[in-house]
């Protein structure tokens, strides 16, 4: 799996020289000396996934497959909760699926893998491995759907999907990438428009209240829109280098994929009426966030409502007595876990305390606790949070009674201290000098733009910078209408307020 490039910048997180030092000792890039090379790192020594043999794929270990089923879980359990229901479609589908609905197959033309021999049977008609479902979902719904009392059609489905990419970068652009994706058919348009708003908040929760990621809401520009929808909305974060990563994306398709697949039905009135389609996705790429967004120069962060350990127990002491220390360690996992919590005991033999506790820093696990003989005796604990570098010397009960509080402060601080970044390497810009200095600065950037997209595409040739949405009105960030003039070609601003510009993943 290739790189995609050096990304360093002013925007790392910098540490100080000692810090920088003590990582290097760790194995792991500083952010500040190689942002690109801190993240291939982790991504491999944290144990999250690995090369695979087949170019541009990646393997996702147990560690990473552990934190991809929480995130699995924690959403499916939403969607069922909003009535959907998940099934699974074929990943072949024919190759003239994709040509009928034509933005559609001239967006993801480039990104296609074709099968065109089974055996040694040469096809009439190549497959394509799917890029994403809408063409299949909507060939199956035409022969699903009679009457208007069969919708609204709420379908989700988890897998994979496969895109060409030219230059990869684990869990962010690999040629196949786990992700979710969630088709719905109503009867109206306001119900389907309601849908996909729905779903997008639904993404914008799970990753403040879950993941602890600021994210923007807001639409996209017709530039940037989905191919083959009326409207695309998306959420945006901000990674420690400055740069944007599209999160999760919510389509209204309006009626184009139900005319190109016959999906239509009989209204209460008797007339036929095509099908208002949606489709919304989020992918693999939010551990890429994840990564990037709280991670710090020995390794990842956690946040502990999706971390797979919350609490990690590294007994500590001499062979003679490390067989007690791992029995205490192991019944004080279980009052932990009585009380919810996901812990772990780190009872390997032969490693030092030392290379223990790096280990499960590079991890990111949120507490580390060591159970010692003086510490067993004295009925106290060590008590390390991943977050700062102190340890706390606290009484057992205690330390075992306060975890849920420290584990929700910990939460509330990475999102705190994410937001706050996000905010501080965000400036408002009303001239293009202004705009190309901020961003080669490594920010985002809010300004007027005229809607033009010939504009967009001049603005990402001299800048490399792309309008990540239009943000919402109710937004948690960067929300005021206003008016003004574009600040590329100064024709009158188009959306009422400042577009969000960055540089992206």
Known sequence: MTNDGKQGGNQSGKQGRGQDKKAQQYGVTPQSVDFNDWYNEVVRKADLADHSPVAGAMVVKPYGTALWERIQRDLDDRFKAD?????????????????????????????????SKIGTEELAEPYVMRPTSETIVGHMWSGWLNS??????????????????????????TSEFFWQEGHTAHATEEEARAEVRQQLDVYHAFCRDVLALPVVRGEKTASERFAGAENTYSIEGMMRDGKALQSGTSHYLGQNFSRAFDVKFQTKEQREEYAYTTSWGLSSRIIGALIMTHGDDF????????????????PVGRKDDFAQMVAEGQQLAAELRAQG???????????TNGFKYNDWELKGVPVRIEV????????????????????????RVDAVSSMDARLDGIQRHLYERAKNFMLENTVTVDTYDE????????????????????????????????????PFDDAEFFSEREEGVCVHTGKPAAYGKRLLFGRQY
């Open 299 to 314: 390794g990842l962060i956690m946040p502990p409502n999706i971390a797979p350990i919350q609490v990690v127990i590294v």
């Open 148 to 173: 208007y009392r069969d919708l609204p059609f709420l379908h989700n489905q988890w897998g994979s999907v496969f895109r060409a990419e030219l230059r990869t970068k684990p869990f962010l652009r």
């Open 341 to 351: 919590l996901r812990a772990h005991v780190d009872d390997r033999e032969g490693l």
């Open 83 to 115: 009535g959907h229901q998940n099934l699974l479609f074929p990943t072949l589908i024919p190759m003239d699926f994709i040509m009928k609905e034509a933005d559609h197959v001239e967006g993801f033309a480039p990104e296609l893998f074709t099968v």
């Open 372 to 395: 010692g003989p003086r510490d067993l005796e004295a009925g106290q604990l060590v008590v390390k949070n991943r977050t700062n570098d102190e340890k706390e010397t606290l009484g």
């Open 435 to 470: 705009f190309r200095a901020a961003i080669e600065d490594g920010k985002w950037v809010r300004a007027f733009h005229c809607g033009d997209p010939q504009s967009e595409r001049q603005i990402k040739e001299e800048t490399k910078a792309t309008a990540r949405n239009v």
